[in-house]
Nanobody, 123 residues
Framework: QVQLVESGGGLVQAGGSLRLSCAAS????????MGWFRQAPGKERDFVAG????????RYADSVKGRFTISRDNAKNTMYLQMNSLKPEDTGIYYC????????????????WGQGTQVTVSS
């Protein structure tokens, strides 16, 4: 079972940047598709970005395209989310997730989840 731990969240002003990290416990990290999801208060947990096993293929929600960049370092068992030009609507708890399925947008495709890290963007 993969254990995932997110870090890097915090409070930032609109227009600012944050870099989230997701550290995995397993050396088999490089066999999992990975993704970032976020959940705003009172809302569903939504897909933000995903990355293939090799890191070559990526997917983004329309709301973050051009502002967020997902990446991974398989040698370090770690995934990242670089978030630039942050907006108040980016506020929420950010979760990383691992999937044994092909790269996809749906929560049901992901098998393992971290506990989340809070991101708050002030206006």
């Amino acid at each position: 079972q993969v254990q995932l731990v997110e870090s890097g969240g915090g409070l930032v002003q609109a227009g600012g940047s944050l870099r989230l990290s997701c550290a995995a416990s397993e050396r088999t990290f490089n066999t999992y598709t990975m993704g970032w999801f976020r959940q705003a208060p009172g809302k569903e947990r939504d897909f933000v970005a995903g990355i293939s096993v090799s890191g070559i293929s990526t997917r983004y929600a329309d709301s973050v395209k051009g502002r967020f960049t997902i990446s991974r370092d398989n040698a370090k068992n770690t995934m990242y989310l670089q978030m630039n030009s942050l907006k108040p609507e980016d506020t929420g708890i950010y979760y990383c997730a691992a999937s044994s399925n092909p790269l996809g947008y749906y929560r049901i495709m992901y098998d393992y989840w971290g506990q989340g890290t809070q991101v708050t963007v002030s206006s």
